[in-house]
């Protein structure tokens, strides 16, 4: 038996992504997509004009009876990204190399990444601010953190999603924004 043997990924949530109502019927990644790590029960949302986050931003919603998680979507014109100043030495070296509008993608992704990290191991922001994400922005979708792992999630142009759940090799279903549950 090979020490690369893993047992099989069975989907223990589902993560549906709601669009704002300026976007619905927007593309949305396709159902059924399980690229694996775990998920939490937030989401942040996206844009965020004057009106209040729920009605005008993305929401990440997780479906999930017994698995303690988070997932955020943040999108890259949310006025609200993790502050420079905060981020990991390696993480701001990435970022300074990349064009403005990657810049502010990646400002996102990092966003979720630490917001998700933060509602699921209840972390203060500046403890969070301590930890390297920067293999996210290098194209890896799931980094081990501890007895957690935080994944990337499939979302609509614009906007990053990331799951934090306990455990490794465990995967998810992305859901149609109506299996969302109501509130």
Request: aromatic share 4%.
């Amino acid at each position: 038996m090979s020490s690369d043997w893993q047992p099989p990924r069975f989907p223990l949530f589902g993560i549906a992504l709601i669009p704002p109502p300026a976007h619905r019927g927007a593309d949305l990644p396709e159902s059924g997509s399980d690229l694996a790590p775990a998920v939490a029960n937030d989401a942040v949302d996206a844009a965020r004009p004057e009106g209040p986050p729920e009605s005008s931003a993305w929401k990440a919603v997780a479906v999930a009876s017994a698995v303690p998680l988070a997932v955020v979507a943040v999108a890259e014109t949310d006025p609200d990204l993790w502050p420079e100043r905060w981020l990991h030495p390696e993480e701001k070296r990435l970022i300074r190399s990349l064009a403005p509008r990657a810049r502010r993608l990646s400002l996102a992704l990092l966003t979720a990444a630490r917001r998700a990290l933060v509602q699921a191991l209840g972390l203060p922001a500046p403890a969070a601010a301590s930890i390297d994400l920067s293999p996210l922005l290098n194209g890896v979708q799931s980094l081990r953190l501890g007895d957690w792992t935080l994944q990337r999630v499939p979302a609509p142009q614009g906007c990053q999603v990331a799951a934090a759940a306990p455990g490794s090799g465990w995967s998810y279903t992305l859901l149609p924004p109506e299996a969302a549950p109501p509130g």
